[in-house]
């Protein structure tokens, strides 16, 4: 935390005291030296608490299991207890509740232990009596495996599944299903993006570790859509099918249906010509509601079974996806798919679709997402929403999906073509003028912008299962361990920046006065036993305005460890140095970065600041926050980065809209740039905010900005 606050013109500026800092680093070793005679008595006293002092410590530490000296002073005097009584007993219950909490994981995991024993002793006399498939008789040793006849059993139980979804099809749709390969390996589940295959990388099971999603937790609007009904099921069914069809009609079919835009940069739908096409329309148009329809194709390095895992896994999916998607939920699973796949799969999901800043609105949907493998072995995923669906009514309404998805296609060498559909129905109302222009050129919530996402992180993922790295350059990262490690921790940093800075329903955004679009927005956040935040109260900032610079001259200038003590004030002037990278694709920017601040401020000596950025044609991220070189040095070695403390800040930057900034380079047209920082404003999650506090933040921002337009401006005119 000292990292995090420790710096001198900050503390002044926040008026956070060290001593606070200080007892909350002392107290979390456990090791009860505060400065005492560390020589034990001769004799030792024992002291046994009274009923009531007990009960009064059991409350307090309900609310604060970590109190600081000051608030253990006040307890032991109020109890009639010394405060080194009261920093014992609240280490003996924090080890006890830790004792009592890795009992009942042993207790689970012995119980879990004895149903695993008892299915392969079941699995064993099954063996054991089984019968040869072609005479019926008794079966030799070494002529049927187990894994062949529990694959046998497997079938079996699919082949009666695909019969009844079959029958339902049939019924509703007015064909049955057809007959799918059987593949014996199913899809392990709960796998993370960088366990996938990518290219022809992807062959050894070593290349795994999980993404912890930093999401907040769903709200309460997307908290009451709940599960359908048996009798919805149906329909559901029949919608998801037609779904499909429409989806690979729109996919396949070119001009009348699709025209290229006035600029040639995007193709829009002809909305005449769609009507035409599909007369019956599957989703009902909503009064008031603006029609947006975009496609986009694309090659992508990764294999497409692994493509369609992204996309059914909803973890998988936000993760890859989390600049646009800032929270989604499987309600139900209709079902798994067939033959060990997700063929046939079918889930009814909620989802929250977002831009990076709080001036464009977020977009939930209610949809069904449904998978299936053509006859040519292309795959295809569709959404379609489920509002207004006979009787289906639902509180989100801000987004309504019709058929929208994609189709992949086998391509060699590990390869897959992608073409994405989106087709949705949305009030736009809310978003503000300075950003109607790019929400309507579809570079917002388009296609292009899936597409461009889906194929940076493709080139992230196959980055971060190389093995081939170059070990001449200074500063590159080439253990295995200490790479996957730092990219999980700047994986976390931008996820958790991402779900911070948008106009999520789970925020509570408030102006400051202020007049124009620059305005600076203010939000708190308590944080309280997460390890991968440090404890306390939290204050995020952000303001977003609009530059006459490319997007691209910005994202140069912002993530340039040079220029860096041009904007950022916490720096204080000193030389920033990459002390490590590791790239992340075929763009220069697209790497993560670790910079050492050079400066004469000797709290400084130990700031380290992690940094990712990243950029495609839609968007660019340059994302940092500060961390300790004691645990930077534990994640490079390859440790666990989930415990190390990050408050994410950054940029977003998105182009403007205009038809210049809409040729995928990036390279003309203006710059709506986001600027979002975080700052732990005080160590004790139940402290009040200040007046100021909120004041000092929002200096430091309007500081930020004024620095980065004037120097920005130098450049243009240069």
Request: hydrophobic share 35%.
């Amino acid at each position: 935390m000292g990292i995090l606050v420790g710096m001198d013109h900050l503390q002044d500026l926040l008026l956070v005291s060290d001593t606070k800092s200080g007892s909350e680093n002392l107290e979390g070793g456990g090791s009860g030296d505060d400065g005492q005679d560390p020589r034990p008595n001769k004799k030792k006293r024992y002291h046994r608490h009274t009923q009531h002092q007990i009960q009064e410590m059991e409350a307090f530490f309900k609310e604060c299991p970590h109190p600081d000296d000051k608030q253990r002073k006040e307890l032991s005097r109020e109890l009639g207890l010394e405060p080194l009584q009261v920093k014992f007993w609240f280490q003996n219950k924090r080890t006890q509740m830790k004792t009592q909490h890795e009992r009942h994981e042993n207790t689970s995991l012995r119980n879990e232990n004895e149903k695993l024993r008892a299915d392969n002793m079941r699995y064993r006399e099954a063996l054991s009596n089984a019968s040869c498939p072609n005479c019926g008789g008794p079966t030799a040793i070494g002529e049927m495996s187990f894994d062949e006849h529990h694959l046998r059993l497997e079938n079996a139980r699919l082949r009666e599944e695909i019969d009844r979804i079959s029958a339902i099809a049939a019924k509703y749709v007015g064909k049955p299903v057809g007959n799918y390969p059987l593949i014996s390996s199913p899809v392990p589940p709960n796998r993370s993006p960088l366990d996938l295959g990518v290219g022809n990388m992807g062959t050894s099971p070593h290349h795994s570790f999980l993404l912890n999603s930093d999401m907040y937790a769903p709200g309460d609007i997307m908290r009451s859509i709940g599960a359908p009904s048996e009798a919805d099921k149906p329909m559901i069914i029949e919608l998801a099918v037609a779904a499909m069809e429409e989806l690979i009609r729109m996919a396949q079919i070119g001009e009348p249906l699709w025209m290229n835009s006035i600029d040639g940069s995007t193709t829009v739908l002809n909305e005449d010509e769609y009507i035409r096409t599909f007369p019956r329309g599957i989703v009902p148009k909503q009064s008031g509601f603006k029609c947006e329809a975009s496609r986009e194709s694309a090659v992508v390095i990764m294999n497409h079974n692994n493509l369609v895992e992204i996309l059914m896994d909803v973890n998988q999916w936000s993760t890859v996806f989390s600049g646009i998607v800032s929270r989604a939920m499987t309600l139900d699973v209709l079902s798994t798919g067939v033959a060990g796949n997700y063929n046939g799969a079918l889930q009814v999901m909620t989802a929250e679709f977002q831009v990076p800043t709080p001036l464009v609105p977020t977009r939930e949907s209610y949809f069904v997402r449904y998978c299936k493998q053509h006859v040519d072995g292309t795959w295809a995923v569709v959404d379609v929403s489920l509002d207004n669906q006979r009787g289906y009514t639902s509180a989100l309404k801000s987004c309504q999906r019709r058929p929208s998805g994609c189709l992949i296609q086998e391509m060699p060498n590990g390869y897959s073509k992608v073409t994405w559909i989106e087709h949705v129905e949305v009030d736009e109302r809310g978003v503000h003028s300075l950003y109607k222009q790019l929400v309507n050129s579809g570079n917002a919530f388009g296609a292009k912008r899936w597409v461009a996402t889906l194929d940076r992180q493709c080139e992230r993922l196959a980055s971060a299962l190389a093995t081939n790295i170059p070990t001449g350059d200074v500063g590159v990262i080439t253990t295995q361990e200490g790479r996957k490690s730092m990219l999980k921790l700047a994986e976390r940093m931008v996820i958790s920046f991402c779900a911070g800075v948008s106009a999520s329903t789970t925020h509570t955004w408030t102006t400051l006065s202020g007049t124009g679009a620059d305005d600076v927005r203010v939000m708190t956040r308590k944080s309280v036993d997460d390890p991968g935040r440090p404890p306390g109260i939290v204050l995020s900032a952000a303001t977003s305005f609009w530059l006459p610079v490319p997007p691209k001259r910005v994202f140069e200038f912002l993530r340039d460890e040079n220029s860096r003590n041009e904007w950022d004030i916490l720096s204080n002037g000193g030389v920033v140095q990459e002390m490590a990278h590791i790239a992340n694709g075929r763009d220069t920017g697209n790497c993560v970065s670790l910079l050492r601040v050079n400066s004469a401020n000797s709290s400084q000596s130990n700031m380290l600041i992690l940094q990712e950025s990243c950029t495609d044609s839609t968007a660019s991220y340059v994302i940092y926050a500060p961390v300790d070189i004691v645990a930077m040095n534990v994640v490079l070695n390859g440790s666990d980065p989930d415990y190390v403390a990050l408050l994410p800040s950054g940029f977003a930057i998105l182009p403007d809209g205009t038809s210049g900034s809409n040729n995928g380079e990036g390279e003309s047209g203006g710059s709506l740039l986001t600027v979002a920082f975080q700052i732990l404003v005080d160590s004790v999650p139940t402290a009040k905010l200040s007046l100021g506090s909120v004041a000092t933040v929002n200096n430091l921002i309007a500081c930020t900005v004024e620095r980065i337009k004037a120097s920005l401006s130098l450049d243009n005119e240069a």
